[in-house]
């Protein structure tokens, strides 16, 4: 148990740290770069001047308390704040080398790469199969055998093939919360994004489908790049490489999760972590 936590008071943190999480340094290889992005809505700051760099086929957590800015940052990254009347953004974010905010970017092609997974599972009200196809199809994928692959290969990433392969047809809206949410998972991955974006994905799950869950993101990095907001420290501790403490608006710090949670640099993270506010 590292002694920093200790002294922090933060011993159950320090337990749940994941054990599978990088240690590496954060000079590793950037998917998504953020160089100070400031967003309002109408004339409320909600980001300011947030810079850092997401690395690749990594888990990054961003925790903070209730209105930090998590949800608005997490949307930053494939424009689904362009939704929002009145926001205004400054500052740039690359994804893939790429400015996203470029004039020349095509929005649904940004979503084709930047896939992203929503705090309440939402699948359509169509059949397990139309959900996984959903994606694939948009971008023409008409052959029937085509999708069946597709289809098989994303629920199977999804870790959810084998408690539906003998109901594709049944509306998704029959199956558990839990596995709603993985279908949504797999109805993100089936187009194969580069990024997947995560808001607070579990908050609706009970312990047994939250477990579900971050076990897969383990499995899911290795061939996606995750980015995850969470209120939940542990779950952060559990599955995140890299972790953003943010508070109002700001990112305080950023950084490896261990490094943040045993021995955070800044004194409101630190606060923060040991449960001082928030
Ligand atoms: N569509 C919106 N219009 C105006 N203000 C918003 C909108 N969405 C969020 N906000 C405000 O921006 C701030 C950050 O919100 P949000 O990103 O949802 O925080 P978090 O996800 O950390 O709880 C809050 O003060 C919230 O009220
Ligand atoms: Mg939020």
Redo the contacts with the bound molecule.
């Keep these: 148990m590292p002694q920093e936590a200790l002294m922090a008071g933060n011993v159950e943190l320090a337990a749940n740290l994941n054990p599978r999480a990088e240690a590496a340094s954060i000079l590793e290889s950037p998917m998504v770069e953020i160089d100070r992005l400031s967003l309002y809505?109408g004339p409320?700051r909600?980001l300011t001047d947030v810079s850092m760099s997401v690395p690749k086929h990594r888990v990054t957590a961003y925790i903070?308390p209730?209105?930090?800015?998590?949800?608005?940052l997490l949307r930053c990254i494939n424009r689904m704040n362009d939704l929002?009347d009145g926001v205004r953004i400054v500052g740039s974010i690359r994804v893939g080398g790429t400015d996203i905010y470029d004039r020349s970017v095509d929005v649904t092609e940004l979503r084709k790469r930047v896939g992203m997974v929503f705090q309440k599972s939402n699948p359509f009200p169509k059949s397990i199969f139309d959900n996984a196809a959903y994606g694939p199809r948009i971008l023409g994928v008409k052959s029937r055998s085509d999708l069946e692959g597709i289809v098989e290969r994303s629920l199977r990433a999804a870790a959810l093939w084998d408690e539906v392969q003998d109901r594709l047809g049944e509306s998704a809206l029959g199956l558990s919360g839990g596995q709603q949410q993985r279908l949504c998972i797999a109805r993100a991955i089936a187009v194969e994004p580069d990024v997947l974006l995560m808001d607070e994905p579990c908050s609706s799950l009970d312990p047994i489908a939250t477990a579900r869950i971050e076990e897969l993101m383990l499995e899911l990095k290795n061939s996606y790049t995750i980015v995850i907001?969470t209120h939940n420290m542990q779950q952060a501790a559990r599955v995140s490489d890299y972790t953003g403490f943010m508070l109002l608006g700001e990112l305080v710090e950023f950084g490896v999760t261990r490094e943040l949670f045993t021995n955070p640099r800044d004194t409101r993270t630190e606060d923060y972590i040991t449960g001082r506010f928030g």
């Design positions: 809505y409320t909600a903070g209730s209105g930090c800015g998590k949800t608005t929002v907001v």
